[in-house]
């Protein structure tokens, strides 16, 4: 295994493919299941993942029934429907607007941290949005460790699946993800990435 003075990324060469090199978003799935077994396990690898005052806005809402994502179905894209009804499992994800009301379990060091967000919806959306989307992004590399691929999804009609499946109002959707085994090759080669210089500046 390369040692640190060998090699920069600590994680081994394999480990880094899995998620990353050899991962791609999937559009079609085998017919092999998705297990809550898999599904609990990556939540407890992905929840101790950072967020801004351990905040925690996400929500998973897994669709496994054929009736749920039909109801799904007519808010997604024409193009994303086919696929979403034929995954093995799709999670909507969510964000918990109100997440404020769980800081002072979930973030006792400090007291006021609920205070911060009480009455201010326009910072408490905004922090929802940003740290759901970065525990979105935990989940999709969890679900590449556990060998499965992700296809997540924006396309949709947001307030069509928030009257749908979130109408107390207090979840906001956020992301359609279709989980399972890959069925096949990539549909298209790789989309080209930004280089470090083209990327990363240093002052």
């Known amino acids: 295994m390369p040692t640190p003075t060998t090699q920069p990324l600590a994680l081994h060469p394999a480990a880094q493919d899995l998620l990353f090199r050899q991962a791609r978003t999937a559009d079609r799935f085998t017919d092999e299941p998705v297990s809550d077994e898999t599904v609990r396990a990556v939540h407890e690898l992905v929840r101790l993942g950072p967020t801004a005052f351990n905040q925690q806005p996400l929500r998973l809402l ?45 973030f006792p060091a400090f007291p006021g941290a609920a205070d911060l967000y009480t009455g201010n919806d326009a910072l408490r959306e905004r922090s929802a949005l940003l740290n759901g989307a970065l525990q979105a992004a935990y989940l999709l590399i969890g679900i590449r460790a556990a060998g499965l691929a992700a296809g997540p999804m924006s396309g949709f009609d947001e307030a069509g699946v928030n009257r749908e499946f979130f109408p107390e109002g ?23 990435r930004l280089s470090y210089e083209e990327t990363c500046t240093t002052l």
């Open 62 to 106: 897994l669709l496994r029934s054929a009736a749920s994502r039909e109801r799904l179905a007519p808010h997604l894209s024409r193009g994303n429907r086919e696929k979403t009804l034929r995954a093995p499992l799709t999670a909507l994800l969510a964000v918990d607007t109100r997440f404020h009301r769980r800081l002072p379990e979930l």
């Open 170 to 192: 207090d979840l906001r959707a956020l992301l359609v993800v279709n989980i399972g085994r890959p069925a096949g090759p990539p549909p298209r080669p790789r989309g080209p």
